[in-house]
């Protein structure tokens, strides 16, 4: 298997609802990624997560909290979003070895849309 | 800071030319490139990749350039052909880190 899945693949939500994002892949990669796409834009960093714990927060706001449960899962739960929030919402994982990570494979994307 | 940017928003080519997307980066400390390609309303599809102890990368009608001298990559498509008609970004990764940082992208529009 080496793909990233990721579901829902289109999500249309209310700015008072609570959803969630979510990512999986089987490759044995031990670094799992979100990034945040405009429309005509390239791919912004949100979080890196490295062997399961949070390695990096791009001054996301609180309103996004990721998760990763297990080495193969990331998940992302949205609160109180606003339409400027609405974007293709990527998913992605590397085999970091420690000096540099390679292997970057990225989901389908979740497309977001806040109402 | 960190920065990839890309020369040309948009570049035109025949069916059956070659095409040349160029990039430039600024962090010298730089250590992986990566060209991806973008179609509508899919994820970032691998193209090729390249390691700065490397200048010259060869795929299937892919060749990626790398001068760290200058600091810029290049994506060359040989016989471009419909099918490669999309947005394509070069991403950098710098040793020791986990960023994977996008430069702006090219969009590429192959003609009959």
């Known amino acids: 298997d080496t793909e990233v899945t990721q579901t829902p693949k289109h999500l249309v939500m209310g700015m008072t609802n609570k959803k969630s994002l979510k990512c999986e892949q089987h490759?044995?990669?031990?670094?799992m990624y979100w990034y945040k796409q405009k429309a005509k834009k390239p791919p912004e960093l949100m979080f890196v997560?490295?062997?399961?714990?949070?390695?990096i927060n791009e001054s996301v706001p609180s309103r996004f909290s990721p998760e990763c449960p297990n080495s193969s899962l990331l998940n992302l739960h949205l609160h109180a979003l606003q339409p400027e929030d609405s974007a293709l919402y990527l998913c992605a994982s590397s085999q970091t070895t420690g000096a540099t990570n390679y292997g970057y494979t990225f989901g389908s994307g979740t497309r977001l849309t806040v109402v | 800071g960190e920065s990839v940017g890309l020369h040309l928003p948009t570049l035109s080519v025949q069916e059956g030319d070659n095409s040349i997307i160029n990039c430039a980066y600024s962090?010298?400390?730089?250590?992986?490139f990566i060209w991806y390609k973008q179609e509508s309303g899919k994820g970032p599809q691998f193209i090729i990749d390249i390691r700065s102890n490397m200048d010259k990368r060869q795929g299937q009608r892919v060749t990626v350039l790398l001068n760290k001298t200058v600091k810029h990559l290049s994506l060359q498509i040989a016989a471009t052909q419909p099918g490669d008609s999309a947005v394509y970004f070069c991403?950098?990764?710098?040793?020791?880190?986990?960023?994977?940082?996008f430069g702006t992208g090219t969009r590429l529009q192959v003609f009959p």
């Open positions: 991403a950098e990764n710098g040793r020791n880190t986990d960023k994977l940082i």
């Open positions: 997560y490295s062997y399961e714990k949070l390695s």
């Open positions: 962090n010298s400390a730089s250590d992986y």
């Open positions: 490759m044995g990669h031990r670094a």
